[in-house]
Each structure stands twice: as C-alpha cells, then as structure tokens.
C-alpha cells in the first residue's frame, strides 16, 4: 500500500535556519529548484524518501525527528488540544490550522506550551494540574502510536519463544519460572475478588483471576515479561516524554508495557502479512494469534513501521452512556476520534443491541472527509459494582479511500454519495434540520421563527 505523505515544512526550515543557509542554497544541496523546496517549506509538498534521506545525511538526525519536530508536534496534535471544552465555540478547520503553522510556527509552539502548562482555578479557588491522561494521549500520539523499539524487541523475543514451544502462553510462563523465578498461579474468583491480576514478589508469583479468558491470561504473562525486559527501553520512551506530573508517567508506562504484550501476541511482521492475506479480517486474526477482539483492534493503529505500513486504522471505545475510555489516532488523522462529543448516527452506539456482530457502516463528515467503520460490541471482565458485567463498544476505521481492501467493504462502494452524513457530536454539528439533534452547535447563534418548526427545535444561522 501506499505510505502516508509526510509534511514537515517547519521542521526543515528550522534545520535550514540553524544551518545559516538560504533557501538557493539548500536547494542546491538537495539538488532541487528553490521553488520546489518553498513548497515542502510551506507544507504544499510532501517530502520523498529521498530528500528525507539526503537532510538526515546532511544534518545528521534522525528523520524520524522530522514528525515530533514540527511546531506543537504538528497539526495533529494542535487539533487535539482544540478539543478541549474550552474551545467548542471556535469553528477552527484544518485549513486554517494549516495556514497558522506555516506563517506562525513559533506561535504554534508557544500556544502548545502555553495550553500543556497551564493552571486552571476550581470553585474551591485551589489551582489544579493538567490531566495527566491528556498528557499521556498527547505523547502517544506524538509517536502515532507506533513504538519501534517495543515492536522489535517483541518480534525477536516471539520468535525466539517460538523455537521452544507453540503455545505463547507456556513459553512465556516457562520463561518467567526460568529466568526470573516467578511463577504464574490461577486464582478463583473469590480469592482475587476484585482484581485481575496481582505480582506476589514474596511469593515469586503473578496471580491471575480464573475470570480471565485465554487470551487475557497470555496478555497479562506478556505485559509482565514485558515490564522486566524491555525496562530499558521503556524508561528511556518514558524519558523523551517529559512528564510534569508522576501519576501521567506511571500512565504512560502503563501503555508501553500492554504496547509490548501486545505486540509478542501479535509480533508485527507476521501480523501485517496476515492482515493483508486475510483483508483485515479480525476474527481470522484473532483465531490465528489467540487474541481477543479489543486487542487485534489496538494491534490495528500501530501498524507504521517504515518501510512496512499497514492500514492507518483509529479506535475508539465507548460505553453505553457514550463516555469515551480509550482513543487512538494512529496515522489516521481521524477527527472522529479527536471528537469530544460523539454523533448517535455513528454505527458505534447502536452495537450493544447485537454484541456478537460486526456492523460496517460508510460515514461522511462535514470537512468532506468519508471513512470506512466497523464497529462491535465487547463485554469486560468481572462483575463489579452493582454485580453488573460491563460492555463496551469498539470503533474501528480508516479513510474511504484505502479501505477497498478490507474483507469487510467488499462488494460496497465506497464512494461519498452512499455515505451517510453524520457530525463530530452536536455541540460540534452544523447540519441543519438533524431529526436526532439534541443539542445546538456553539459555533451559532440560534433563530426562531414562532411561526414554523423544523425537525429540530434548534434553528441557527447558516453560512
């Protein structure tokens, strides 16, 4: 498939300005005209592999350097802080977001820091510190979460538990008994009645509820193995995140080692040729790698190892109230997942009605964007508070226009006019006379007219 276009226009004139070098003579250096270096300069022009190659031979970085060095992590991750309550009545498009970084990179940046570091004031008047599970999205995102030191390691260690056993989770707990003496023990329900797992380290043990299914019980033995193996690697990514606030680091931490689990259960080079093979067809991956649906969903938005890029999928999961738990972009710049709010048109609310299916459904969105979804419902672990069993639906996507592939939109076109139209949540909606509206856009002012009513009792200004 085709690799996504990288744009670091700010990026590359902030190396050219450190360099002392004119936009003649960078050009000349690339071997390219001014002209076309003042487009990639300005975001009008992608950056080919080639150039890319050529900067990082000339100043000596690392090219993956060139997303997190865009002003603000890049467009994408200024439009995530956007989402915030704060700013719902601003209409700002991508368009403009756009146009900002280029004239005003330093800005940018300045905003960023400004809006990461700031102190809200309470009704108590006590001043409160950022939400460390903001801080930690914002990092994810900032590596589209895709850690490629995490998946190497995990694709190595796989293969070298395979050449011992074909059971994943006997390996790995063979491994934990032998090399770090610790042994896993299942526990009934009503010994770890309100936990899923606990490490006994007097006891050399990982304990793990018999609530767990199999695929939850590898995960859990991965995660571990994890934490002890690839430490180095995830205290140096905890490290480069730079985190004020402790309890937004342990989150983070938290992250990378389920990033590692998963990625042994599902080590990625297999993984994306038989996601190809198959069309993406996620009860075929989930059988093949003993994984469950939430986890071959996640596994899904990591796929952008360079050279070897997947699908470039966004999940979601909410629960029955629309509260969202989980969000991941991925390489999938979706606003859908940006979203503070979501749309009850979206697939996505109506899969608890038939938890075990699959709905696909063609959505088109008002910046004209048009993405392929699949949505499912999944329930949790344990009966909490209440003796409730949670449910939980999972939103999967991709853009419209790469989606052919997939074993779900086969047969279907994908073409914008059999897409149906929904918003990013009412607050955020423009469509005028929306049946299901509950609530106005911020962005408009209201009308009344005493004498009509629409299918909606909100009417607005239009533009």
């Keep these: 498939m085709t690799n ?3 744009f670091a226009g700010a990026a590359i004139k902030r190396l050219r300005r450190s360099a002392a070098m004119t936009q003649v003579a960078l050009a000349q250096a690339l071997d390219i005209s001014p002209s076309y270096l003042n487009l990639i300069e300005r975001n009008q022009r992608p950056l080919s592999a080639r150039l890319m190659l050529l900067l990082a031979e ?8 060139l997303i997190a060095a865009e002003p603000g992590g890049g467009i994408d991750a200024i439009r995530q802080r956007l989402t ?14 756009e146009e900002w970084l280029i004239a005003s990179p330093n800005s940018a940046e300045a905003f960023v ?9 309470g009704e108590t008047g006590e001043a409160t510190v950022p939400d460390p599970i903001q801080s930690v999205r ?3 995102e900032r590596w589209r979460n895709h850690f490629a030191d995490l998946d190497t390691m995990a694709e190595e260690l796989a293969d070298e538990l395979r050449l011992g056993a074909g059971d994943l989770y006997g390996a790995i707990a063979e491994r934990l008994r032998v090399k770090h003496q610790l042994m896993i023990r299942i526990l009934p329900e009503t010994v770890l009645s309100d936990k899923l797992r606990r490490l006994d380290l007097h006891a050399r043990q990982l304990q793990l509820s018999e609530m767990l299914d199999p695929a939850s019980r590898t995960f859990q033995a991965a995660l571990l193995l994890g934490q002890i193996e690839a430490k180095g690697e995830i205290d140096a990514l905890a490290a480069g995140g730079h985190f004020t606030d402790r309890s937004a680091e342990k989150l983070f931490r938290r992250h990378l080692s389920s990033y590692f689990a998963a990625a042994l259960m599902m080590p990625y080079e297999r993984f994306l040729k038989a996601c190809e093979q198959t069309g993406y067809r ?18 899904l938005t990591t796929l952008q190892r360079v050279g070897s890029r997947g699908l470039p999928f966004f999940m979601v999961r909410i629960d029955r109230s629309g509260m969202i738990s989980k969000r991941y972009a991925g390489a999938s710049k979706a606003p859908l997942v940006e979203s503070a709010h979501r749309c009850p048109l979206w697939d996505i609310h109506r899969v608890f009605e038939q938890p075990a299916e699959i709905r696909s459904q063609l959505v088109a969105l008002e910046d004209g964007s048009t993405w392929f979804t699949l949505s499912r419902a999944v329930q949790g672990i344990g009966s909490g508070a209440g003796g409730y069993t949670p449910a939980f639906a999972i939103g999967l996507g991709v853009a419209a226009d790469v989606a052919s592939t997939l074993h779900y939109a086969r047969g279907k076109d994908l073409g914008v006019e059999h897409a149906d139209p929904i918003g990013l949540g009412c607050p955020a909606c423009t469509r005028p006379q929306c049946s299901q509206r509950s609530a ?9 007219n005493e004498r ?3 299918l909606t009792p909100f009417d607005f200004v239009n533009d």
């Design 4 to 6: 996504p276009k990288l």
């Design 58 to 65: 000339r100043f000596d970085f690392d090219p993956r350097q």
């Design 84 to 97: 915030d309550p704060l700013f719902e009545d601003l209409s700002i498009d991508r368009t403009e977001l």
């Design 113 to 121: 820091r400004l809006f990461d570091n700031r102190k809200t004031v």
């Design 138 to 140: 914002r990092e994810i």
């Design 282 to 299: 996620i009860q075929l991956l989930q059988r093949r790698f003993g994984a469950g649906f939430e986890q071959v969903a996640h596994r």
């Design 440 to 448: 106005p856009p911020r962005s408009r002012p209201l009308t009344f």
């Design 452 to 454: 009509e009513r629409g």
